[in-house]
Each structure stands twice: as structure tokens, then as C-alpha cells.
């Protein structure tokens, strides 16, 4: 079966096998994306994948392999970290996120994005989800933004348990409720897309089931992207499923070939469990 | 011999003894194959080497401690003359005997008043109370070496007992810290009940007027004295006010800027600036306050008047102005302080998790907003705190206010006056030649009782603020 070994099989990487591009509009595009760390440490190498409405796609892969790299680039959060340079072209519906017109401020609330371990702010649950519509000015006053709080958190489904405590500390809450507060929060400012890095990583296995319908039921009216290091996640819930590794795309299929058929001999090495 | 030889004996024979225990446990590990060892062997020699050290050291200072006493003690029972002088006589007496006995005049035998022979005797007593304990300590050492060099065996616990000796020792630190506090706590408030005997507590407390100058001749100008010290702990808190109006906004801000904008450069040359300045001893901020801010701020006082005179406002007009003021005291108090609050801030700061940073910016929000929404209420507890350890250092203070803000104790609002605080006075009153036991230098106690309650309070009330900010994050 495996007759080549894994540094064979790098040497011979070349451009992304399968169909990481959709025909059609993409909510989002990446085109020959490169990343950079210490201008000589490179993170990610030509990376070129669609993000189409609607749609769930996996980001799946060994650690360090530059998944979460790219998800931070999607809405510029890589801005953030000193020495990090963004090479390449990446679109939110046909406009580059990069280029001078774009605030990335605003960027990031048309892209909102959820972390591996849930981070309410230290404030009430309430505070919690009203705090981007108050940024941005969402709501005229109280009583719709009352209505966007009940919204957001009844669409992330803790509008139930929470709704006699919105003055409580939302640090009070568990962990699934807490993540589950953080895509309220995420979705209370109308983003088209939501990214997700490693939401379940940091809870139990009921609370991340409840997390994987919530995503499954967000599908209808956001694109998401999630990196999980969960294949068995990764086969629930995606539409589409991409394989990094090293800093590269190896593989982007429907989420049935890539389990069942993969393309490439790295993809299938790491869902047989051979590495990673 | 001197005690000096007797502890370097105690101490050489228990490096000895270290040696000698190390080795018989390495000779059970060279020659019986068959015995495991349940320690290492230097385990074998700390245990021995402990066992002879501690109880004979603790033996030397508990002795060398009392043997002065006790000694005087037996001297004075030998003589009826002294037992007869009362209290203040006797210690009067007790220490030309020592003085005598010191100098070795006591010698010369043509002195024959009682201390001479008072002295001639304890120098004896010394000597013999010295070759007891010699004896005695070396015995110990010997007893405890005994105890445990033929005791131990390969099958000795010794790691475990070397454990809880040193746990004993560290106990025995910390007691030590902890009683020198209590000592002092102790002796402020011995002092401050005789003060409270002779002035009312409620007059201490509520009075408002200061002015700790006791007639001492019958004859003398002067007041009986007058100890309200609402006037003084008045003083400190306004001055203390002031100061962290100028220190909280400032070292908050820059704590901001350090912790969330400044970039690696910029921290590592500000950084270690902040720490010179936490350096400069209080007396220098002192000269500062007293040569400049102080000159400056009655100047502006006094065009601040002009103006009012000028424009006929009458609080204006009617303003006292002083060179040594609370403003001035407060200025240059908020300038030493602002590295204490700008530390403890970007502290709490920077241990706010990147993932509430991370959380704003994706949310949408700018740097600022994230900052001002999310960054500092999730530190605020801790930045509180750091104040509250701010203001209990600033009530402490004092060169700066006796330098800047005066000695006289007004019970006043404007910053432009003189004020007078707590520490300024229990300097004023201690300094120079008192008696120690008039009401005066009493109530320096009661100063200090008063302060040492406020400043504990206020640090009870931050720490467990600080705590309250930890347990959320760690």
C-alpha cells in the first residue's frame, strides 16, 4: 500500500488535487496565498480554496500544518500578531479584503470568527451579545437591541436557559454555554461568514453535539468555516473537506470523497490514522 | 574563648558529624550488597548533622539571651542596697555596673562602692554562667550526635526526616518574621492605652484641634495641649487624595500604553526608567517638592488671588496662600507614586488572556475600544487593588510631607494651605530631646496606632480585591 514514505510524498506536493475551487460566485476566495512569521518563517505556501454560500468547510489536518494560519487570515486577524506578512489575494464576495478601501475593523464584522476555548468577556450575558451591535451601532434603541440580544441568543439555542440570568456573569456559565454565548455574541453583529477554530476542542462530548447542530442549523443562512481537529466532526457536519499539511493544501473534496475516496496519498495516510 | 569560638565549634563539629554519617552510610552501599539504602547517603549525614546542630544552637541563644538578665538578677540578690533603690534607680544603677564590669575597672581594688563590688561580682557570675554554657551546649551537641550516628541504620527514614526538619526550620523562620510584627503591633499599643488614660479617646478621635505643646515649667506661656487629630488624618487623606488624582489617571493611561500599544523597544527602555524612578529615595522627591512645586504652586496661588481681588470674587480674594502646601505635597506624592500604580497596572494588564483580545477585535472593534471595553474592566479589580496598595503607601509617606506640606495643623479645604499629617507630626513629636513618657511623645503612639490601622485596612481591602481578580483568570 504504502510504498512511498512521507518525505517522497512532500517532495512531490504539488498543486492542490481535487476541486478547491467552485464554479460560480464564493462567499470567500483565497488565490496563491502565502503567510510569513519572521519574514524568513513561512507558515503557508500557495494556498488557493473557495468558500461558497452556504456551505460548512473542514479544515483538517496535522498540528502546525497552517490551518488555523489561514482561518485568521480570512478575516485579518493575522493583523494582529507583529511580523506576520499576508501574501496573495483573498475576496469577501469579489472584493479583496486587503486592499485600501476595506476597514478591516469592519471586515471583522462581516467575518466573525469563534475560538478553540470559549471566551465570554467578563461581563453580563446580555453585555456579552449586545456588545458588537453596540459597537456598531446596529439597534435605534433599547428595545431592538433587547430583540437582537433574544435573537442571537435563541438562534445559538441558550435563549431558554439563559433568559431569567441576562444579568449575570457570563464567565458563570459552562463551557458549552459559554461557547454557545460566544456565537450568540458572534452572530448578534450579522456576519456573512463565521470562523470557527476548533469550537468543540475544549468540551465535553454532549456539549460539542450540541454545538455541531447549532452549526448545522447556522448553515442555512451563514458560510462557515471550522478547523477541527475532529474527523469524525470534520465527516458530520462539513460540506466540503480541505487537508493541510506543512503549510500546504493538499486536498479539498466533498466531505464523502475525502473519507471515503481521497485523491492523495498524504490525505488518506491522515484519515487512516497512519500520521498526525 | 568568646561565644564567637563556642558557635564556630558547634559548627565545625556538625560538619564533622555531616562526614562522619555520610560515610558509614556509604560503607553499608560499598560492602553489603544485599542492604538497600533508604535515602541517599548525604541524607544520612544532614539527619545526623541537624540533630546535633539545632538543639545546641537553640540551647546557645536561648542562654546568651537571657544570661544578662539573669545574671544582673543574682547580683542585685546579693545586695541588699540595691534591692532597696526603686525601678528607675536600679536600671540607672544596673548599667554603670555593666559599664564598670565592661571597662574591667571594676578591678582595681581600691574602688569599694556597691557598684564596684556589684560589678566584681557579676564579671564572676559571667564567667561561670559562660563555662555552664559551654558545657552545656557542647553536651547537647554530643547528646544529639549520639542520638542519631549509632541510631541510623540503612533502613532509616532519612530523606523523610531531613523533610520535616527543614519544614520545622522554615516554620521557625516565618515565626520569627511574624512575632518581630506582633512585638511591634504590641508595643505601639501598650504605649497608646497609657496615652489613652490621660487624653479621652473621643477627644483624640473627634477632636479638631492640634497642638501637642505641654507646659512644662509651671510658669511657661502656653496651652495644656490639645490632641484631636481629625486635623492630621484630614491632612493625609487630602493630601493622599490629590496625589492619586495626578497618579491614577497617569500611571493608568501609561500602564495602557505600555502594556497594550507600545511596541518590545519602547518597553524595554521605559521600563527600566520606571524602575529608577520606584528608586529615588522619598527625601529627593522631597527637596523637589519643597524647591520647586512648592515655590511654583504659592505663585500661582497668589495670581489666582490677584485675580479675585482683581474681579472681586471673594473666596478668591480671601485665599490663603502658603509656600508649604497641600497641593505642592500632593503633586510631588503623585509623582512618586505613579511608578507603583503604573506597575501593579500593566501587570494586571498584561495578564488579561490574549483570547479577550481576541475576542473584541474579532467582534469588529478597534484597539481602543477593546482597551477601554473589555481590557481594563476585565483588570479593573486588579487596578483597584493596586490603587488601594498606592494610597496605603502614600498615608505612609512622610519625608515629602514634612518637607512640602508643613507642620501646621489646619483643618482646611484649599490645596494652597498649609496641612500638616499623621507622619509629620509623629516626627515632629519624637525628634529633638523628649522624655519618653510624657502625654506628648505618647500620643506619637496613638498616631501611629491610628495609621498602622488605616494602612492595614486598606491593605486587607486590596489584597483581597487582587484575589478576588486571580481567581477568575487562573
Known amino acids: 500500500m504504502n510504498d512511498k514514505s512521507e518525505v517522497e510524498l512532500l517532495q512531490e506536493l504539488g498543486d492542490t488535487v481535487g476541486k478547491p475551487t467552485i464554479e460560480g460566485n464564493p462567499r470567500m476566495s483565497c488565490r496563491n496565498v502565502d503567510v510569513f512569521y519572521n519574514k524568513d518563517s513561512q507558515a503557508i505556501f500557495d494556498v488557493s480554496v473557495d468558500l461558497a454560500k452556504n456551505e460548512i468547510l473542514a479544515m483538517i489536518g496535522p498540528s502546525g500544518c497552517g490551518k488555523s494560519t489561514l482561518l485568521r487570515c480570512l478575516n485579518r486577524m493575522n493583523d494582529t500578531i507583529d511580523d506576520c506578512v499576508v501574501k496573495g489575494e483573498i475576496k469577501l464576495d469579489g472584493e479583496d479584503i486587503h486592499s485600501k478601501s476595506i476597514d478591516p475593523v469592519l471586515l471583522r464584522s462581516n467575518v466573525g470568527m469563534v475560538f478553540q476555548k470559549p471566551n465570554p468577556f467578563p461581563k453580563s450575558i446580555y453585555d456579552n451579545v449586545a456588545y458588537g451591535p453596540k459597537l456598531h451601532g446596529l439597534t435605534r434603541n433599547n428595545a431592538e437591541l433587547d430583540d437582537l440580544v433574544e435573537e442571537s441568543l435563541t438562534k445559538a439555542g441558550l435563549w431558554k436557559e439563559t433568559k431569567d440570568r441576562l444579568n449575570k456573569p457570563g464567565t458563570g456559565l459552562s463551557g458549552g454555554q459559554q461557547q454557545r454565548l460566544c456565537i450568540a455574541r458572534t452572530m448578534a453583529v450579522k456576519p456573512e461568514v463565521i470562523l470557527m477554530d476548533e469550537p468543540t476542542s475544549a468540551l465535553d462530548p454532549i456539549a460539542t453535539a450540541t454545538i455541531e447542530e447549532l452549526m448545522y442549523e447556522l448553515k442555512s443562512s451563514y458560510t462557515i468555516a471550522v478547523v477541527t481537529h475532529s474527523m469524525q466532526q470534520a465527516a458530520r457536519i462539513s460540506d466540503r473537506t480541505a487537508y493541510f499539511h506543512l503549510g500546504r493544501l493538499v486536498e479539498v473534496n466533498q466531505t464523502n470523497t475525502v473519507f471515503t475516496n481521497p485523491e492523495h496519498e498524504l490525505t488518506e495516510n491522515y484519515i487512516t490514522g497512519r500520521f498526525g | ?474
Open chain 2, 1 to 474: 574563648m568568646s561565644d564567637l569560638d563556642l558557635f564556630s565549634i558547634v559548627i565545625v563539629s556538625t560538619l564533622i558529624v555531616f562526614f562522619l554519617a555520610q560515610q558509614k552510610a556509604k560503607k553499608w552501599q560499598m560492602t553489603d550488597s544485599g542492604i538497600t539504602l533508604h535515602s541517599l547517603p548525604g541524607y544520612y549525614g544532614y539527619l545526623s548533622a541537624l540533630w546535633t546542630a539545632i538543639p545546641a544552637l537553640l540551647i546557645f541563644a536561648a542562654w546568651s539571651f537571657l544570661e544578662v538578665n539573669a545574671t544582673s538578677m543574682l547580683v542585685v540578690g546579693q545586695f541588699a542596697e540595691l534591692q532597696a533603690l526603686d525601678k528607675s534607680s536600679l536600671s540607672l544603677a544596673l548599667n554603670e555596673i555593666h559599664l564598670l564590669a565592661g571597662s574591667g575597672g571594676a578591678s582595681s581594688a581600691a574602688d569599694a562602692s556597691i557598684n564596684a563590688q556589684a560589678a566584681v561580682l557579676y564579671l564572676q557570675y559571667m564567667d561561670d554562667s559562660f563555662l555552664l554554657k559551654t558545657s552545656s551546649v557542647l553536651a547537647i551537641a554530643a547528646l544529639g550526635f549520639a542520638f542519631t550516628y549509632w541510631r541510623i541504620t540503612p533502613a532509616t527514614r532519612a530523606r523523610n526526616s531531613v523533610e520535616q526538619l527543614t519544614i520545622y526550620a522554615l516554620l521557625a523562620c516565618a515565626t520569627i518574621a511574624i512575632l518581630t510584627t506582633v512585638g511591634i503591633v504590641f508595643s505601639v499599643i501598650l504605649e497608646s492605652i497609657e496615652f489613652f488614660k490621660q487624653i479621652p479617646i473621643t477627644d483624640f478621635l473627634f477632636g479638631t484641634h492640634w497642638s501637642p505643646q505641654i507646659a512644662i515649667r509651671e510658669d511657661q506661656a502656653g496651652s495644656s495641649g490639645a490632641f484631636g487629630a481629625v486635623p492630621l488624618f484630614w491632612g493625609t487623606i487630602f493630601i493622599s487624595i490629590i496625589a492619586l488624582m495626578i497618579a491614577g489617571p497617569l500611571g493608568l493611561i501609561s500602564a495602557i500604553y505600555l502594556a497594550e500599544y507600545a511596541d518590545k523597544k519602547v518597553r524595554s527602555v521605559i521600563k527600566p526608567i520606571l524602575e529608577v524612578l520606584a528608586g529615588i529615595p522619598t527625601v529627593v522627591y522631597g527637596f523637589f517638592a519643597a524647591i520647586t512645586i512648592g515655590p511654583l504652586v504659592r505663585d500661582f496661588g497668589n495670581y489666582l488671588r490677584d485675580i479675585g481681588v482683581n474681579l472681586d470674587i471673594e473666596i478668591m480674594a480671601n485665599l490663603t496662600v502658603s509656600t508649604e502646601s497641600a497641593l505642592a505635597a500632593g503633586l510631588v506624592m503623585g509623582m512618586m507614586i505613579v511608578p507603583f500604580i503604573l506597575s501593579l497596572s500593566d501587570d494586571v494588564i498584561s495578564a488579561v488572556p490574549d483570547a479577550m483580545r481576541d475576542g473584541s477585535t474579532a467582534m469588529g472593534a478597534t484597539k481602543s475600544e477593546t482597551v477601554w471595553k473589555v481590557i481594563v474592566p476585565a483588570a479593573l479589580p486588579g487596578i483597584v487593588g493596586g490603587f488601594l496598595l498606592a494610597i496605603s503607601r502614600a498615608i505612609g509617606e512622610t519625608m515629602i510631607v514634612l518637607m512640602a506640606a508643613g507642620v501646621a495643623a489646619n483643618l482646611t479645604a484649599n490645596p494652597m494651605d498649609a496641612v500638616t499629617t499623621v507622619t509629620t507630626q509623629i516626627v515632629t513629636l519624637l525628634t529633638g530631646d523628649q522624655e519618653f513618657d510624657s502625654v506628648k511623645t505618647l500620643a506619637a503612639f496613638a498616631l501611629g496606632l491610628g495609621l498602622f490601622i488605616t494602612t492595614l485596612l486598606l491593605n486587607i481591602i486590596a489584597l483581597h480585591v487582587v484575589r478576588k481578580y486571580r481567581e477568575q483568570y487562573e
